[in-house]
């Protein structure tokens, strides 16, 4: 099994800043990319940030240049610091890693791993004017 824990959420005035975090632990072998998703009401789910195991990131364009998602490979967490928060970032913040596991013992024993792709359960972001 996997657990994703996520904290860091919160109500904050807007220009000020919000640091989430999501810690994975369980069973798996690897983390490969990971993600932050946001839904407000009535919206669909949207991509907000991606890292690669190797660093690279993606921002989605309504958070270039205020948000910075980063990756502690050692304790199997992702991080996204939001700054200059603005009322249009409220929202639920979802972490989104893809997972390595193994499914079946003779998957183990041959090292074989598929990927799957996890939900966190969300923590609410509120921005006020």
């Known amino acids: 099994q996997v657990q994703l824990v996520e904290s860091g959420g919160g109500s904050v005035q807007a220009g000020g800043s919000l640091r989430l975090s999501c810690a994975a632990s369980?069973?798996?072998?690897?983390?490969?990319?990971m993600s932050w998703y946001r839904q407000a009401p009535g919206n669909k789910r949207e991509s907000v940030a991606s890292i690669t195991s190797s660093g690279s990131t993606n921002y989605g364009d309504s958070v270039k240049g205020r948000f910075t998602i980063s990756r502690d490979n050692a304790e199997n967490t992702v991080y996204l610091q939001m700054n200059s928060l603005k009322p249009e970032d409220t929202a639920v913040y979802y972490c989104?890693?893809?997972?390595?596991?193994?499914?079946?013992?003779?998957?183990?024993?041959?090292?074989?791993?598929?990927?799957?792709?996890?939900w966190g359960q969300g923590t609410q972001v509120t921005v006020s004017s």
């Open positions: 369980g069973s798996f072998v690897s983390l490969g990319a």
């Open positions: 989104a890693p893809d997972i390595d596991r193994f499914t079946t013992i003779q998957a183990m024993c041959s090292l074989a791993t598929s990927r799957y792709f996890y």
